[in-house]
């Protein structure tokens, strides 16, 4: 029987014990992995919240309400002096109209106007001609831009395409792409035609949205857009671009200065700050916990095998006194430890598993309290984050792959190894004499 | 042949210093059996851990085969320990959770020998003392104490020392035990061609060993 055995052995002699240590270290060590699970899907969402934030700045004409209207579209002339900025990498220009069936356009909307839809319309019906209330067909909002990349401006939560191609964002030709269900609602197929200002536009594309919303719209390039519907030079939106994060919030000012009174200027960081602010508590919270946790699995086997060592002190006398050598004896010891934290780590694994999300649920609920409302600016910003900071917290989800159990698994070595070094050190201070002395 | 030589021991006990061992010389040729005997507290056990390398002296020379071993480094006096030396305690101190045959097979590990080699050794050496079949993969805790002590006997012999010190090694037994015990030890004495210093404060067994030295103090009065 070698040391390995021995220790393994050696593991098992008192079983109440052995029972009551490894279901104490399990706890621990499901406490740390449910910490660091929790720690690694904050992180990942964290990262993924300041990868969507990027380094946009995003320009509406001041006061403007959507679909409401107010405030005056911005200009190419303000684009221009957009460009001349230092550290601005990239303008992106914009902009809306609404289509009605009967009207404007051949196209149907995708979406029902509802209840509340049908009531604004009866509202403004009644107060035009004082006739009864009659329900309505939903505008279909067309969206042009000179760039697809940025989706931003697009009213989307995502930029799927389905079929077909995306359009050149110079491009003036009347081409689009259509929501999925607003091509479904209108039978359109890729090369297929509809109607607007009398004039035939074809779909070149359909893509996925994300959403209802999204995918009830179109999108166009913007000079095509412009010439349509007779908007030449008139901006809804302008999305700029930072060569960096750092050089958001000067690029930002510096934006405010240009344009001043005409336009409100947003930075997503706020809003992000905002988004991250709760994740970032959480990420405290787990963090503290999981070396609180690892301490604690640390301080357990620790005190066991002090105590286990006190207790067979006579023993490795014994073996000292018969041949075995310092290393040989902390190597049986240690081994012991690992049998009890490896043990306790299958246990504490499944257990970690099986509470990572509850646990996660319960630090979301605590940190949620703490996060704010992101702050107002253009209609697009205040749809996206203020969404999107509820979501974040709403859409965690404990990130569980071998990675994370390989971490646990190397800390229930950390911890038996750091809980073994003290005990080993008591080891080499037994003297074999003393075995004769005590007798 | 072991041969003793001025050997000193001092403890420490706060401010003052004890005198355990005091300048004991001796010799005894190989393949004896002897004994120390003397009162609780006489030194018996110092002596015993000193010529076991399990303590180191404060003075004079402990020559086992001409070699000193008072002056050797602690590596070597684990390779000491492993080789030369088997113990024998008052209260046999074997493994619990360990069968007789792997407790057997303990110092043969520590010293190196193959399991195979090892297994069949700790066979035979508990077969020469009287343990045999079932009882040899039994537990220390299922073995009455004068078989205990044979475990023990034959575990001191693993590794075919020159020299077996028994520390009290019939105390815990009834006198009937003890004397198999002791005869035991007398016969592999003469067959194994191994020393044995016996430390006793039975007189009885005294009177059985070729050799006897008596303690008082830490010092040899006789």
Not at chain 2, 66 to 86: E, N, P, T, V
């Amino acid at each position: 029987m070698g040391v390995l055995a021995r220790g393994a052995k050696n593991a098992f002699r008192n079983s109440i014990r052995t029972v009551s240590i490894i279901v104490i270290l399990a706890v621990s060590i499901a406490m740390a992995l449910v910490m660091l699970m929790a720690l690694k899907t904050v992180e990942a969402k964290i990262e993924t919240v300041k990868g969507s934030v990027g380094n946009y700045i995003s320009v509406s004409p001041a006061g403007i309400r959507g679909f409401e209207g107010g405030g005056e579209l911005l200009s190419n002339s303000d684009v221009d002096s957009l460009n001349q900025i230092a550290h601005v990498k990239k303008v992106v220009k914009s902009t809306m109209e609404h289509l009605t069936n009967g009207n404007n356009t051949s196209l149907q909307s995708a979406t029902e106007a509802g209840s509340f839809g049908n009531r604004q319309r009866a509202q403004e019906m009644g107060n035009e001609t004082g006739g009864a209330p009659r329900s309505f067909s939903m505008p279909v909002m067309v969206t042009g831009t000179n760039d697809l990349s940025v989706t931003s401006n697009l009213n989307v939560s995502k930029f799927d395409l389905t079929s077909g191609q995306k359009f050149d964002g110079n491009s003036a030709d009347l081409i689009a792409l259509v929501g999925t269900d607003l091509a479904s609602k209108n039978n359109l197929s890729v090369d297929s035609t509809f109607q607007a200002y009398g004039k035939d536009v074809k779909v070149i594309g359909i893509f996925d949205g994300g959403n209802q919303f999204a995918n009830a719209t179109a999108v166009m390039p913007l000079k095509a857009l412009q010439n349509l519907s007779g908007q030449t030079d008139q901006i809804y939106q302008i999305t700029v671009e930072a060569d960096s994060i750092d050089a958001v919030a000067n690029v930002t000012q510096n934006i405010k200065e240009k344009l001043g009174d005409k336009a409100d200027v947003t930075n997503q960081q706020d809003n992000s700050q905002n988004a991250v602010k709760p994740l970032e508590n959480i990420k405290a919270i787990s963090s503290y916990s999981l070396i609180g946790a690892l301490l604690a699995g640390a301080v357990i086997i620790f005190l066991t095998m002090v105590m286990i060592v006190r207790e067979r002190r006579r023993e490795i006398g014994v073996l000292k006194a018969i041949g075995a050598s310092n290393s040989v004896i902390m190597a049986q010891f240690t081994v012991e430890a690992l049998v009890f934290t490896l043990t306790s780590s299958i246990v504490g694994i499944a257990l970690g598993l099986a509470l990572s999300n509850p646990v996660l649920n319960v630090l979301v609920n605590n940190s949620s309290s703490t996060g704010q409302n992101p702050g107002s600016g253009g209609r697009q910003m205040m749809m996206r984050f203020g969404e999107g900071a509820q979501s974040t917290l709403r859409d965690l989800h404990a990130v569980v792959g071998w990675e994370i159990i390989l971490y646990g698994l190397l800390a229930a070595i950390l911890i038996a190894i750091i809980g073994s070094a003290v005990p080993a050190y008591l080891i080499a201070k037994v003297r074999p004499a003393e075995v004769l002395r005590s007798e | 042949m072991l041969k003793v030589k001025n050997l000193t021991k001092e403890f420490e006990s706060g401010e003052s210093k004890i005198k355990a061992v005091k300048n004991v010389s001796l010799a005894i040729p190989a393949g004896t059996f002897a004994a120390v005997i003397g009162k609780s507290g006489s030194g018996k056990s110092t002596l015993l851990s000193l010529l076991g390398a399990l303590d180191k002296p404060t003075g004079g020379e402990i020559n086992v085969d001409d070699r000193d071993i008072a002056k050797l480094s602690d590596r070597k006096l684990i390779d000491y320990r492993r080789h030369k030396i088997g113990f024998i305690f008052q209260n046999y101190n074997l493994v619990p959770n360990l069968s007789a045959l792997e407790n057997v097979m303990l110092p043969m590990e520590f010293a190196g020998v193959k399991a195979a080699e090892r297994k069949k050794r700790a066979g035979w050496l508990l077969g020469q003392v009287g343990i045999t079949g079932a009882k040899q993969i039994r537990w220390p805790g299922k073995l009455s104490g004068g078989e205990q002590q044979r475990v023990a006997i034959a575990r001191a012999l693993a590794n075919k020392p020159k020299l077996i010190l028994a520390d009290e090694p019939t105390g815990n037994l009834d006198s009937a035990t003890g004397k198999i015990i002791i005869d035991l030890l007398r016969h592999l004495a003469k067959s194994e061609n191994t020393t044995i210093v016996a430390v006793t404060h039975d007189t009885g067994i005294a009177r059985q060993a070729k050799l006897t030295f008596h303690l008082k103090d830490g010092r040899l009065v006789k």
